[in-house]
């Protein structure tokens, strides 16, 4: 049953929209004041808004902007005050009643409203659906410059056919990286193949990669052929290679030099026709100079190298991210959801050691726990503020400081954070990026924005 509220501080009128909203078989509460309002969103989302223009403790005008991201409004106003009405619907307003109101028309505008909601809702759906169908796919969602530098780098050497490198911590993207690159090359038309390195066991990485001749070992009754001819005339792209047991490096290093190999148990030698791009997580320099990766093999990898930014480097990225996320899950129901503004400062605050892989998750959790709601809010990400509950605020002063210095030491901290972005200090905030540049001139910070 839809849930509606009925905001009029007219008690005779309150109780007969409330009555006639009954009537057509709909759930009603009713508020007289902002301050009632306030409190009933607190724990409910209703589907429909009818309000009136004018309570005691304030005007509609003033909180019509929150209240038409939650749901449609419909807008009471004296036949006087139409202008005020017209100006409601270009602020966001779905319909408006000139009061006295007739139960005809409550009843028609009220079905209207609904009834175009949940053709709205219906519509983006199936936009969502057919856009996650498409067979088009961008890779790097965002516009942060990080993000730019990667693909300037993908540009520039997608079209050779030169062995890659992409470094970047654990869930910045590095197959998303490969595959952009693949997609881009000559090879697009042909096999991407992606192999984990790190769930092969050492016995098995030989016959999986390069294949094996049948007798090569006890079951092996039939020729078997690798993934590196899977990949044949496309992509072989090797996912964490610093894992890779140091008797196989060997092995692929000489495929990387000769560009032959052979299937295990066999002799002859086979021309291995496609593009190595590995990835790792690891300093494989370091490895190197302690032993533990061959230096030779290093160099043949790196010729090279593209770097993923971790999350915490392109906060500006979040946004389009989160709504990326949102646009593409498949596990919700028919609900365009949103992120409320306090919800998306969290999100971009925190902190992201799993970076993208980790905000996929806990933005997908969110969907999850904010049910059939169509606004995901900061109560939906608490598992967040648990997970960074140690990385604590600390302004430490050797004297009792003013209010100033404490919003200014604070202020500071946070352009430090985001690299002087203030637009990302601005969303953390809560403020205008107009009122932070204000504060960042009164306190002479301007050095440290960058």
Known sequence: MKDVLIIEDDPVL????????REMQLQVSSCQSWRAVDQYLQGHEPALIVSDMRLPDGELAQ?????????????????????????????????YLTKPVSPEELTLVIRKVLDTAKLRMDHQYCKRRLKATEGAFSYMIGESAALQEVQKMVEAVASSDMTVL?????????????????DASS??????????CCTLQETLFESELFGHERGAFTGADKQKKGLIEAAEGGTLFLDEIGEIPLPMQSKLLRVLETGTFRRLGG??????????????NRNLEAMSEAGEFRLDLYFRLSPFVIT???LRDRREDIPHLVQHFLDKHGFSSRINKKVSQAAMRTLIAHEWPGNIRELKNAVERAVI?????????????GFLHRRGSEASLR???????SLEEIEARYLEQQLRKFAGHRSQVAQVLGISERNVYRLIKRYGLTEVAG
């Not at 929150?66 to 619907?89: F, K, N, W």
């Not at 992409?166 to 693949?182: D, F, Q």
């Not at 291995?272 to 790792?280: K, P």
């Open 14 to 21: 309150n109780r007969f929209l409330s009555q006639h909203a």
């Open 63 to 95: 909180r019509l902007p929150q209240l038409v991201e939650l749901c449609p409004v419909i807008v009471l106003t004296a036949y006087g005050s139409i202008r005020g009405a017209v100006d409601a619907m270009k602020a966001g307003a779905s319909e």
């Open 166 to 182: 992409i470094h970047g911590e654990s869930g910045t993207g590095k197959e998303l990286v490969a595959r952009a690159l693949h």
């Open 187 to 196: 090879r697009a038309a042909r096999n991407f193949v992606a192999v984990d």
């Open 267 to 280: 002799v002859k030698d086979l021309t291995a026709d496609a593009r190595i791009v590995a990835a790792t």
């Open 308 to 310: 993923t930014p971790p």
């Open 369 to 381: 726990l904010s049910r059939g709601k169509p606004r995901i809010g900061v109560e939906h990400l």
């Open 395 to 401: 302004l430490e002063f050797d004297h009792d400081p």
